[in-house]
């Protein structure tokens, strides 16, 4: 055990030389996964502010309306599929959703992380897939887990500078079907191959060639900064917050259970059917799998093995899938007859240590975009925070709840605090209801917003961590019904 240790990061190693160790390990307890009774009582005897964020001179931006197609375990019923197919499923059930005219939108983007390189501007070539005007311009982003999210922002910045009045963003992710390269020097005798002229020349490049270049290329898994997978860090930091399997393997039971009543209550209405080609029509998520403690239990530690504590279990999988929303300046949502059904507010990005801090996002930018509305947590109605991992949710939760991290970490003066867990991902989240890299923005995005219609509420805080060290956040403010 020590031995797989070895590598363990300096905050893994600061958090464990602690002195009162003991003292620390209860100051960093995970709260008991049930409502608390005492969150409750103090949660009713808060005043709730019903201000607006409305800012002076600055266009009110606001989400008509989202969806997606159903998210799907790779290697199902989307796996013969381009991720232009699902882009252009999620783009048509918008358009269905919605009935905005075409040749309103002002602009199309879309956001993936793993690119075909045949559609590499698969927003483009969605959007016309759809039926789009060629007169409506479109590009594709990049930032890991959160590129949905940079698409959503790039659209408030668009219509925020006055440039457009309508954007459509979204994102995509096929995992069914990832380009695998021929190996570096195989390509390179492609290529000088290619440029032979004679036949002396092509017998030259041939004569180089040998069995091992012909071992593939697979698309990297892990962080190219660190050269250490996503998985593996999200053990060490549940190790560094003395976060248990079994606490990991509670809330990924507990994510499952909630996506599944959500799924059967019907609330989980942003998904709409995609009848695949040559297939049945899909009308909802496959990876939903409540299971029980006992059966988690026996699965095996997937990345450091075999003491590790992050199982297949309380991991997201790998998914595809699609998802749009349309964004309007709400003069013109409000002119076209539209009942929008939020506000986009203030959102913040960070960035932080890739090696020690890889995952904690959502530490780092929920103090920042509170600060910035001028909020706090008891203002927030609906957390929907992205699921990678149970240990990654857990830490989050601990960190933000820790004066100590807040201080020696992140130079504030003291915590944020932690969100409530009966305000948190009620309707499920990454871990049961999937994962596409490219489009889960958009789902935390509308799962706040029909949370707060649905429940009553005013604001909502969205936030995911990213590969890189990257993270964001954002508030949702519920449009007046």
Known sequence: MNQNFKMTSLLTYTFKNLPSTSKWALRFCVRPLSSSSQLQAAAASQTKSKKTLAKPNIRNIVVVDGVRIPFLLSGTSYKDLMPHDLARAALLGLLHQTSVPKDVVDYIVFGTVIQEVKTSNVAREAALGAGFSDKTPAHTVTMACISS????????GLIASGQCDVVVAGGVELMSDVPIRHSRKMRKMMLDLNKAKTLAQRLSVISKFRLNFLSPELPAVSEFSTSETMGHSADRLAAAFAISREEQDEYALR??????RAQDEGLLSDIVPFKVP???TVTQDNGIRPSSLDQMAKLKPAFIKPYGTVTAANSSFLTDGASAVLIMAEEKALAMGY???????????????PKDQLLLGPTYATPKVLEK????????DAFEFHEAFSGQILANLK????????QNYMGRKAKVGSPPLEKFNNWGGSLSLGHPFGAT??????????????????YG???ACAAGGQGHAMIVEAYPK
């Open 255 to 260: 994510s499952h259970s909630l996506a599944k």
């Open 461 to 463: 805080l969205v936030a």
């Open 149 to 156: 999210n940079q698409a959503m922002t790039t659209a408030v």
């Open 399 to 406: 960190a933000m709840d820790s004066d100590w991290f807040a």
């Open 373 to 380: 509305a001028g909020l706090t947590m008891n203002d927030i």
């Open 339 to 353: 009942k929008p059904k939020a506000y986009l507010r203030d959102f913040m990005y960070v960035s932080q240590d």
């Open 441 to 458: 923005g958009c789902r935390l995005v509308m799962a706040a917003a029909n949370r707060l219609r649905k429940e009553g509420g005013q």
């Open 278 to 280: 040559g297939r049945d």
